[in-house]
């Protein structure tokens, strides 16, 4: 049985190192310009010097380019997806139908990663995009164990699947933190809205505080606790997933190098002899949450959870 | 693109490709007098499938019903079938669509690939428009469903006129863009606050409207282990709710645009609220097109607008980024400043007695107003009030009861009434 890619999101290229070293078989890096929710802010240079670093411990590098494109942000993308290309990335991750025109039309060589977020929630919509030219499909966070493994069985394209971190539950266009502020009168600096700041909302009748920032691509709001699986690999492992993601948005460089190597060591198990796996499943749980930031509880996110409409 | 002007015998410049006003319907009344009221295209829901899983929706044969009164005025309805499919949801979709198709229905409205793909192998003959919920932004995007073979695109909320204008250059498909109504805050299709909050899909029909809920603003401290409130308990808690769209007064910029399609959104709103939009944002393009160097907007259909608005409205993306003011904080709608007091069922022209179904309490004494496609409004007292068997009432207290009255005007069959609300 092949073990799936380990999928992390460096802050910062020698974080990816470090990453790589803690047991990431593949990066996701990228811009806020064209990327959506990064754990670090890579530029060109930074995309370059990952690459190096990556490929030459035969590590993957993909880069989100997975904004909700407007026109006058089209004028830029062609020259950004040149430079991907000639930069040797691995994969682009795009969510816009107008990144893979412009891929086709600039590097049709390249591959591409369907990752819309919220609406990868079924199989047949995962081969239509296979069929587009993308060659993996990230599913969305909403999804069972079920439906994922039913989704699996089903694919023509890869599929990735988030294990550990924070989710996005809204993105607006609007500056809903500037608007507050300007409302109240007290408007704050741009950077009193950003992510440097731990700004949440609190919703009094959930008990929960939703992490809320802004930047270019508008604002957005996060789920109340990270998802945490470590304890629950077994039924992606059996099912073949092809990428398991830990997502390092909010959070440090030597959290996620903690975080990946417990991954790294829990999923290497469960193929040593998963007996040994379903023992030590309790440590691997307590051992995230020995490192969780005080402010944020882990939960299995959608994987146990039934949704009505 | 079509040449869409001409000039009259006068001289005068004269619009020949008015866009269609497309109106919402949740039940087949509703359907009717949107069409009846100058719609030309109604979008429907059906019982699955859709989103707004709390509307009434249509079953086939009302569906079909809806179609063949539609045909009669020349109007077009399409079927909303835009969620976010699940594994699940497979089951009996070609089936569905095949159904919708031998109704008679012009068009469905889509976002999954998913449906796309079935309906073009099960109901061939049905247009596909593809949903808001895809957030369709740029022009790149559209080009690509366009290629799939696409009618119609329905853009974001987001995109504003002068990204319109780009995509109608770079693109020839036909574009639908939001005008009037409830908004989502976030992008459409990209908000799953409700399967957090509450455990209902957004994007198959649950969505619980958390969006419009308070919040409270906090910080956490360096160390995570404290927070603290940024506003004071007194202050007005955070808030998200979007004032509702309006852009009557951007008709004339959007006709000359080319915009194929203006869209009313509200399926779950009244009848009373569906005739009153319809029928203003139908003089006005009709008003626009007849001769549009020298429209002007009337004072008249805008207060007629605010008669059945239960928001504050605003123009929001369509020429620039909403700020504050085009958000509500610490009010959560409004009731409208008229209600729907009754509608028309018939009316004599020798008595000048006019029939009623009551659709609100009123009594003599009171100010009423008749609108409708065929009148001027006018406002009256209502006189002596008698029920269907000519006892003379001192109200019309029963939803539904049939009343009558002197109207002073002429009015006719499915004209309304309303009142101002106190």
């Given at each position: 049985m092949k073990k799936p890619e380990l999928l992390v999101t460096p802050v910062s290229p020698v974080n990816g190192e470090e990453l790589i070293k803690a047991g990431a078989t593949a990066l996701l890096i990228g811009e806020e310009a064209y990327g959506l929710r990064l754990a670090g802010e890579f530029n060109r240079e930074d995309v370059k010097e990952t690459v190096r670093i990556a490929h030459k411990h035969g590590v993957k590098v993909y880069v989100a380019v997975n904004a909700l494109f407007h026109n006058d942000m089209l004028n830029g993308l062609p020259d950004y997806i040149k430079f991907l290309s000639e930069a040797n990335v691995d994969a682009v991750v795009f969510g816009d139908p107008g990144v893979l025109m412009t891929v086709r039309e600039t590097a049709p060589d390249m591959k591409l990663h369907w990752n819309t977020e919220t609406t990868a929630t079924n199989w047949y919509t995962a081969n239509y995009w296979g069929r587009k030219g993308a060659k993996r499909a990230v599913l969305a966070r909403e999804l069972n164990m079920d439906a994922i493994l039913e989704i699996k069985e089903n694919a023509e394209v890869e599929i990735e699947v988030q294990v550990q971190g924070m989710t996005c539950m809204f993105q607006s266009r609007r500056t809903l933190l500037g608007n507050y502020m300007e409302f109240q009168g007290k408007d704050l600096k741009v950077e009193g809205r950003s992510k440097d700041r731990s700004l949440y909302l609190h919703d009094p009748e959930r008990e929960a505080k939703y992490p809320v920032w802004e930047d270019k691509n508008g604002t957005h709001i996060m789920s109340p606790k990270d998802i945490c699986i470590i304890d629950e690999l077994e039924e992606l492992l059996e099912g073949k997933i092809d990428s398991l993601k830990i997502d390092g948005i909010l959070k440090d460089g030597d959290y996620l190098v903690k975080a990946t190597k417990l991954y790294r060591q829990a999923i290497d198990l469960y193929f040593e002899d998963p007996d040994q796996y379903d023992e030590k499943r309790e440590y691997f749980l307590d051992e995230i949450k020995k490192i969780q930031p005080p402010n944020r509880d882990v939960d299995t996110g959608f994987f146990f959870k039934e949704t009505v409409y | 693109m079509e040449k869409t002007a001409v000039k009259s015998a006068e001289g005068k410049r004269v619009i020949t490709k008015k866009p269609e006003l497309l109106a919402p319907a949740g039940n087949l009344e509703k359907l009717k007098i949107a069409v009846h009221y100058g719609a030309d295209a109604v979008f429907i829901g059906g019982r699955e499938f859709g989103l707004r899983s709390n509307a009434g929706n249509f079953s086939m044969e009302e569906m079909a019903e809806g179609v063949q009164f539609a045909k009669k005025y020349g109007a077009r309805i399409y079927v909303t079938t835009n969620i976010f499919a699940h594994n699940e949801n497979m089951e009996g979709l070609e089936e569905y669509l095949k159904g919708i198709e031998e109704a008679g229905v012009a068009g469905i409205i889509v976002a999954d690939p998913l449906i796309i793909e079935a309906c073009k192998r099960a109901a061939p003959k049905l247009e596909i428009h593809l949903s808001t919920q895809q957030s369709l932004t740029n022009w790149q995007a559209v080009k690509f469903w366009k290629e799939e073979g696409l009618e119609r695109v329905v853009l974001a909320r987001e995109v504003g006129l002068q990204e319109m204008l780009e995509m109608k250059k770079n693109v020839d498909i036909e574009i639908e863009t939001f005008i009037h109504g409830a908004m989502c805050i976030a992008y459409s299709g990209r908000c799953v606050l409700s399967n957090h909050?509450?455990?209902?899909d957004s994007n198959r029909?649950?969505?619980?409207?958390?969006?419009r809920w308070d919040y409270f603003l906090y910080e956490d401290g360096e160390d995570m282990t404290s927070s603290e409130a940024l506003f004071a308990e007194t202050d007005s808690p955070f808030a998200m709710s979007p004032k509702d769209l309006n852009l009557i007064e951007s008709i004339p910029k959007l006709v000359e645009a080319g915009i194929d399609s203006l869209k009313i959104e509200g399926r779950m709103k009244s009848i009373h609220y569906v005739a009153t939009v319809v029928s203003v944002y139908r003089k006005v393009i009709d008003a626009y097109c007849a001769d549009p160097d020298n429209f002007k907007i009337k004072r008249e259909w805008l207060e007629e607008l605010a008669k059945c608005a239960n928001r504050p409205a605003a123009p929001a993306f369509f020429e620039n980024t909403p700020g504050y003011k085009e958000q509500m904080f610490g009010i959560h709608g409004e009731k409208p400043a008229y209600d729907f007091a009754g509608l028309v069922l018939d009316y004599d022209p020798e008595t000048e007695i006019v029939t009623l179904q009551q659709r609100n309490f009123f009594r003599p004494g009171d100010e009423v107003e008749f609108f409708g496609p065929e009148i001027d409004n006018f406002t009256q007292k209502v006189d002596k009030l008698w029920d269907e068997k000519g006892r003379e009432l001192d109200?019309?207290?029963?939803?539904l009861q049939i009343v009558k009255f002197k109207a002073e005007k002429p009015v006719y069959r499915n004209n309304m009434m309303r009142k101002g609300a106190f």
């Amino acid at each position: 049985m092949k073990k799936p890619e380990l999928l992390v999101t460096p802050v910062s290229p020698v974080n990816g190192e470090e990453l790589i070293k803690a047991g990431a078989t593949a990066l996701l890096i990228g811009e806020e310009a064209y990327g959506l929710r990064l754990a670090g802010e890579f530029n060109r240079e930074d995309v370059k010097e990952t690459v190096r670093i990556a490929h030459k411990h035969g590590v993957k590098v993909y880069v989100a380019v997975n904004a909700l494109f407007h026109n006058d942000m089209l004028n830029g993308l062609p020259d950004y997806i040149k430079f991907l290309s000639e930069a040797n990335v691995d994969a682009v991750v795009f969510g816009d139908p107008g990144v893979l025109m412009t891929v086709r039309e600039t590097a049709p060589d390249m591959k591409l990663h369907w990752n819309t977020e919220t609406t990868a929630t079924n199989w047949y919509t995962a081969n239509y995009w296979g069929r587009k030219g993308a060659k993996r499909a990230v599913l969305a966070r909403e999804l069972n164990m079920d439906a994922i493994l039913e989704i699996k069985e089903n694919a023509e394209v890869e599929i990735e699947v988030q294990v550990q971190g924070m989710t996005c539950m809204f993105q607006s266009r609007r500056t809903l933190l500037g608007n507050y502020m300007e409302f109240q009168g007290k408007d704050l600096k741009v950077e009193g809205r950003s992510k440097d700041r731990s700004l949440y909302l609190h919703d009094p009748e959930r008990e929960a505080k939703y992490p809320v920032w802004e930047d270019k691509n508008g604002t957005h709001i996060m789920s109340p606790k990270d998802i945490c699986i470590i304890d629950e690999l077994e039924e992606l492992l059996e099912g073949k997933i092809d990428s398991l993601k830990i997502d390092g948005i909010l959070k440090d460089g030597d959290y996620l190098v903690k975080a990946t190597k417990l991954y790294r060591q829990a999923i290497d198990l469960y193929f040593e002899d998963p007996d040994q796996y379903d023992e030590k499943r309790e440590y691997f749980l307590d051992e995230i949450k020995k490192i969780q930031p005080p402010n944020r509880d882990v939960d299995t996110g959608f994987f146990f959870k039934e949704t009505v409409y | 693109m079509e040449k869409t002007a001409v000039k009259s015998a006068e001289g005068k410049r004269v619009i020949t490709k008015k866009p269609e006003l497309l109106a919402p319907a949740g039940n087949l009344e509703k359907l009717k007098i949107a069409v009846h009221y100058g719609a030309d295209a109604v979008f429907i829901g059906g019982r699955e499938f859709g989103l707004r899983s709390n509307a009434g929706n249509f079953s086939m044969e009302e569906m079909a019903e809806g179609v063949q009164f539609a045909k009669k005025y020349g109007a077009r309805i399409y079927v909303t079938t835009n969620i976010f499919a699940h594994n699940e949801n497979m089951e009996g979709l070609e089936e569905y669509l095949k159904g919708i198709e031998e109704a008679g229905v012009a068009g469905i409205i889509v976002a999954d690939p998913l449906i796309i793909e079935a309906c073009k192998r099960a109901a061939p003959k049905l247009e596909i428009h593809l949903s808001t919920q895809q957030s369709l932004t740029n022009w790149q995007a559209v080009k690509f469903w366009k290629e799939e073979g696409l009618e119609r695109v329905v853009l974001a909320r987001e995109v504003g006129l002068q990204e319109m204008l780009e995509m109608k250059k770079n693109v020839d498909i036909e574009i639908e863009t939001f005008i009037h109504g409830a908004m989502c805050i976030a992008y459409s299709g990209r908000c799953v606050l409700s399967n957090h909050m509450t455990a209902r899909d957004s994007n198959r029909g649950g969505c619980c409207q958390s969006c419009r809920w308070d919040y409270f603003l906090y910080e956490d401290g360096e160390d995570m282990t404290s927070s603290e409130a940024l506003f004071a308990e007194t202050d007005s808690p955070f808030a998200m709710s979007p004032k509702d769209l309006n852009l009557i007064e951007s008709i004339p910029k959007l006709v000359e645009a080319g915009i194929d399609s203006l869209k009313i959104e509200g399926r779950m709103k009244s009848i009373h609220y569906v005739a009153t939009v319809v029928s203003v944002y139908r003089k006005v393009i009709d008003a626009y097109c007849a001769d549009p160097d020298n429209f002007k907007i009337k004072r008249e259909w805008l207060e007629e607008l605010a008669k059945c608005a239960n928001r504050p409205a605003a123009p929001a993306f369509f020429e620039n980024t909403p700020g504050y003011k085009e958000q509500m904080f610490g009010i959560h709608g409004e009731k409208p400043a008229y209600d729907f007091a009754g509608l028309v069922l018939d009316y004599d022209p020798e008595t000048e007695i006019v029939t009623l179904q009551q659709r609100n309490f009123f009594r003599p004494g009171d100010e009423v107003e008749f609108f409708g496609p065929e009148i001027d409004n006018f406002t009256q007292k209502v006189d002596k009030l008698w029920d269907e068997k000519g006892r003379e009432l001192d109200a019309a207290r029963h939803p539904l009861q049939i009343v009558k009255f002197k109207a002073e005007k002429p009015v006719y069959r499915n004209n309304m009434m309303r009142k101002g609300a106190f």
